[in-house]
């Protein structure tokens, strides 16, 4: 079974510009998340989707990040524009419906905003 | 708020020595709590889980038990081996799936 696929791995940005991650969940895989893992850190939730509709997003700055799901399967995380802090690792993860939550992560993607 | 509150590293240890890594938690309800686990240069993987008071979670040797008395979910290992040096996450999530909280992580390097 083919993991978490996710892209870019790596990405150097100016301040102010703007930059978009892909992910990838696996297949048959309802719920979708993205993370942010600071240098140090442990991951911070940005928002969930159960298909393509969002379950949670009170972590997200919604000034300058958004965040799609089209079809319920591939999704998008933009910022726009980003700022210093935003330097991290962005990872995606997707986990079945039902009792079972266990999330599945891909590699990330490792922004530095400069 | 729920919040994971684990032990800082880095923490050294020869081999064959035992482990604890120390994790308590804060949280409404009765949450699913997990322990993931990265390896230097992977991505996050689940270690091992516990969904109710007092179920213990095991893999590869590692063992946590849910003890809802002391809010605490301790990540133990009789004796670590090097391929155990990784970064470990404690993590809490609330009933019915939705937003996993995480740990600050701990790093744990094994000497041979």
């Known amino acids: 079974e083919a993991g978490v696929a996710q892209s870019p791995r790596y990405k150097i940005i100016e301040k102010r510009q703007s930059v978009a991650f892909w992910c990838n969940p696996i297949s048959g895989h309802a719920t979708l998340y993205w993370y942010q893992q600071i240098l140090g850190q442990g991951p911070k939730l940005l928002i969930q989707f159960q298909n393509n509709g969002v379950v949670d997003d009170s972590q997200l700055p919604k000034d300058r990040f958004s965040a799609e799901r089209l079809k319920g399967v591939d999704s998008t995380l933009k910022i726009q524009p980003a700022k210093l802090e935003d330097s991290a690792v962005y990872l995606c993860?997707?986990?079945?419906?039902?009792?079972?939550?266990?999330?599945?992560f891909g590699p990330g993607t490792r922004l530095t905003v400069t | 708020g729920n919040s994971v509150t684990q032990m800082e590293g880095p923490v050294t240890l020869s081999e064959e020595a035992f482990l604890t890594i120390n994790c308590t938690y804060t949280?409404?309800?009765?949450?699913?709590l997990f322990w993931y686990v990265q390896y230097p240069g992977e991505g996050l993987q689940l270690l091992l889980k516990?969904?109710?008071?007092?179920d213990k979670g095991s893999n590869k040797g590692f063992e946590a038990t849910y003890r809802k008395e002391t809010t605490s979910f301790h990540l133990e290992k009789g004796s670590v081996q090097v391929s155990d040096s990784a970064v470990y996450f404690c993590?809490?999530?609330?009933?019915?799936?939705?937003?996993?909280?995480f740990g600050a992580g701990t790093r744990l390097f094994v000497k041979a």
């Open positions: 993860a997707s986990s079945s419906s039902g009792t079972d939550y266990e999330q599945y």
């Open positions: 516990a969904t109710k008071a007092d």
């Open positions: 949280a409404t309800g009765y949450p699913s």
């Open positions: 993590a809490l999530e609330n009933t019915g799936g939705f937003k996993t909280i």
